[in-house]
């Protein structure tokens, strides 16, 4: 039997596990941590339980794809319930939107706010989200590419989304659409994911749209750091070894620079046909590579924004009309953008997002207290903050955010993560949102999921393709697999590993 070691027991790592275990392969999976998760951790503090990771939850069926690779049920090993509405759009001006599941629903909500104009838009909006997403997911998404030239392999599916207007941008494509600056701003801040302003994004990222929006948003029992521990079960169902608590400190190679496995921390070495890693790329090449030159884009590469988190335990109830998952949207937009992203300083009239899992799941706090995730985007290390001086300041703006809308701010227990904490914790520049999707960083242009110098040695996570969010890592993963099944054709026997002839390794 042929045996794989993927490095990282994230939802990247747990993907590639679950697909790779369920097709033949012996995977042991080592994480660092002494908990599956990766980012999407959990802390436990004073009685209230934090998800350190994403808070949203789309796409249902691409986690039911890696649990049933493994097969495994996704019903039993993680419940869980969908968010209606998804979330809850508050504006300067205190009026409020709530993204409600279903198109008549939706369409009913949009009328009442906005008019008989934006309501009637939202249908073709719809039928254009859905034919983005129907010739994206298949096509330029869920799918391993070997060069550029592998576009030119679905010419039909390339002309349709042009036709669509998929390289045009997101913010004017919605702007004909809907005359009501509120939707316009609800239906494209989704591309603060990609770490574009919703100005410069393509319109082909409408998908992550269509995600949030038409798909609807979930939470599973207990969290959502209970994914990763449903994935980490399949994967052990499925066969996979997980080692928890154990540091990968190199990728061992053999004689001809192929992949011989990988050496532990207090120097043990466990021997594999195939590596695949989901560390952050530079922090794999600098830390396990460091005699390879990585991608350009590694290098010198355009990376998102990133994010304050303050996860906040707090005594007191929760103002009317508040949901599991809350937008504030403020006053200032396309401003707010430019500082942020092409100044790289802080937003001078930052949108949040507060969630409050306790609202769904009340044992995630103790009785008369909430649990708050807050979340105001910030640059990267790239940019001009001082976070030593920095980090006090904004606790104290997000306090003062949370008082004047209502919310609980008698703290009990806090955490407070800066881009320095998610720089230490291996994500680069101190984001952990990865590379932008600029389109020199998209598709086949993004950094590629499989090293040709190293045979073997193959890479998952939102750093390649396809890109950033809860279901690309998923679809990463899938990906991975998809390329060590084919370097290792026939699972179910040891073999040494044959380097992959060219353009065979595509869908």
Known sequence: MSSVVVIGGGLAGLATACHLSGSGHEVTVVEREPIPGGRAGRIHREGFTFDTGPTVLTMRNLLDDVVSAAGGDL?????????????????????????????????????????AHDAAAFDGFVDWLRDLYDVEMPHFIDRNFDSPLDLLSSPGAAARLVRLGGFGRLGPAIRRRFDDDRLQRLFTFQAM?????????????????????????????????????????????????????????????????????????????????????TLDLPVAYSQLLPDLKPHRAVRKGVYSPSAVVWHVGARGSLPEGVHHHNIHFADAWDSSFDALIKRGEMMPDPSR??????????????????????????????????????????????????DREGYPTDVVAEELVDPVDWQRMGMERGTPFALAHTFPQTGPFRPPNVEKRVPGLFFAGSGTTPGVGVPMVLVSGRLAAERVTTFLPAAGRSRRPQRPAAGTVGR
């Not at 011989?260 to 590596?275: C, F």
Request: charged share 25%; glycine share 10%.
């Open 353 to 402: 997002l507060v969630t409050v899992p306790s609202l769904s799941d009340p044992s995630l706090a103790p009785e008369g207290a909430h649990t708050l995730y807050v979340l105001e985007p910030v640059p990267n290390l790239d940019g001009v903050v001082d976070w030593r001086t920095q980090r006090p300041k904004i606790r104290e703006s997000l306090l003062r955010f949370l």
């Open 75 to 115: 019903d039993t090993l993680l419940p869980m319930r969908r968010l209606d509405p998804g979330y809850r759009a508050r504006y300067a001006d205190g009026s409020e939107i709530l993204v409600k599941f279903g198109h008549d629903a939706m369409r009913e909500e949009i009328a009442r706010v906005a008019g």
């Open 193 to 277: 994911y990609a770490g574009l302003p919703p100005s410069d994004a393509l319109a082909l990222y409408a998908v992550i749209t269509y995600m949030d929006c038409i798909e609807g948003v979930w939470f599973p029992e207990g969290g959502m750091s209970q994914v990763p521990v449903a994935l980490a079960q399949a994967a052990s169902d499925g066969g996979a070894e997980l080692r928890y608590g154990t540091t990968v400190t190199r990728v061992l190679r053999r004689g001809d620079g192929g992949v011989a496995g990988v050496e532990l921390e207090g120097g043990e070495q466990l021997r594999a046909d195939a590596v695949v890693c």
